[in-house]
């Protein structure tokens, strides 16, 4: 029955799509219904309309016959490709000279977004990361390429000096992209690692920027300068790369300590200590193997019972129980990526050992405070909290 809905929608579909490109044919057709009713001809608009058309078409039947979220994510970036080309389809037709090559290596630019677009739903669809940053160093390489090869038609006719900004432009593009594929340090185990990747991928907006402008200096300004001032400028080049240099290392070691500071007082929890003061179950044990139990391998069920217990002995409310049994089971590790690195698993274990141990500890303390609400009827928690063995 599936099968036959799929064919019939398909014969659909596809009558449909013939049926819009003829009526837009005879629409368009020169001397035809819009040109008797405008006087206008308007036949130059039909490639676009068909191109475009066709797309679509090609997008509903991908959606039509693979029913999956990478069919949703194929179909929405195939829309979209249809409305661009049909977009610059009909505007070539009113550029001629220079512009039109300039106008072409600015859809490619477009085109190149939409495939960085395509990659990173894919990355974020299939928890692929690697797909992401190297989809991203892709981008902004065939990116420069394509504002290099614009800025040289655009400025073919101006002095020499200027002319090197073409070339400006694809070496900044190019070194950046080079920078981003340092993003993959954000996934290593290592703290500096991480750090690093996490700075640099935050900020490849300004690192372009900054290229940019040393780029502009040593291709442009600096055989100017070179030539009206009279004393070496390359003293002071190296002087200002110096301090620079040294700047940077003195603003990144305060932002790194800060950084492994707050990860050292995070911690690697490793042991829960709880001190009870028993009543009447004298064989309450120590939570401390289930803590490591759900900390270090995401067994949920130990936790559970035990929190439950805990909970209902010291009187508390059903829906604080069901609050904190809906959270445990709720909570969802990070998946580990089909394309990875040995580094990244271990990266990846230690962020879900963390994520785990900040939602034990949010819930062992809301826990504590309810029950010093209370009268404990079994036994007393006087204190629920976390020890650390180490750091990062």
């Not at 038609?153 to 694809?170: D, G, M, R, W, Y």
């Not at 179950?281 to 193997?289: F, G, I, M, N, W």
């Amino acid at each position: 029955m599936g099968q036959e809905r799929t064919v019939r929608d398909l014969i659909v579909h596809s009558i449909a799509l013939a049926a819009f490109v003829s009526i837009s044919y005879w629409l368009l057709l020169p001397g035809g219904f819009a040109f008797r009713l405008l006087g206008i001809d308007l036949f130059f608009l039909f490639s676009p309309v068909a191109i475009s058309s066709a797309i679509f078409y090609l997008s509903s039947i991908v959606k039509l016959i693979y029913a999956s979220k990478l069919a949703e994510v194929a179909s929405g970036v195939l829309r979209k490709l249809a409305i661009l080309l049909a977009i610059y389809l009909i505007l070539a037709q009113w550029i001629s000279g220079i512009w039109s090559s300039v106008f072409l290596w600015i859809f490619i630019i477009v085109l190149v977004m939409l495939f960085y677009h395509f990659m990173s739903l894919l990355a974020k669809l299939y928890g692929e990361p690697l797909l992401e940053i190297l989809s991203k160093a892709i981008s902004l390489f065939f990116s420069g390429i394509s504002v290099s090869n614009a800025l040289t038609l655009l400025l073919s006719n101006i002095p020499p000096p200027l002319k090197a900004f073409p070339e400006v432009a694809f070496w900044t593009f190019t070194v950046s992209a080079a920078a981003s594929l340092i993003s993959i340090f954000i996934y290593f185990p290592n703290p500096y690692l991480q750090f690093i990747g996490t700075k640099i991928g935050s900020k490849i907006a300004w690192i372009m920027a900054l290229i940019f402008l040393v780029l502009t200096y040593f291709f442009i300004y600096r055989p100017q300068i070179a030539e009206a001032v009279p004393i070496s400028i390359s003293l002071i080049e190296w002087g200002t790369i110096c301090l620079s240099f040294l700047i940077l290392y003195i603003v990144l070691k305060g932002q790194v300590d800060m950084y492994l500071a707050e990860q050292l007082r995070l911690g690697n929890w490793t042991k829960l200590v709880q001190e009870i003061d028993h009543r009447v179950d004298p064989e309450q044990v120590s939570l401390a193997d289930l803590i490591r139990e759900f900390i270090d391998h995401g067994v949920k069920d130990g936790i559970i019972t035990r929190l439950i217990s805990i909970m209902l002995l010291n009187g508390l409310s059903e829906g604080s129980v069901r609050s904190v049994v809906r959270r445990i089971l709720e909570h969802q590790d990070i998946p580990y990526p089909r394309l990875r690195l040995a580094q990244w698993i271990r990266g990846i274990e230690e962020e879900n050992k963390k994520r785990r141990m900040n939602l034990l500890k949010t819930l062992l303390e809301e826990i504590e405070r309810e029950v010093k609400t209370k009268s404990p009827r079994f036994f007393e928690i006087k204190q629920v909290g976390v020890k650390m063995e180490g750091g990062m």
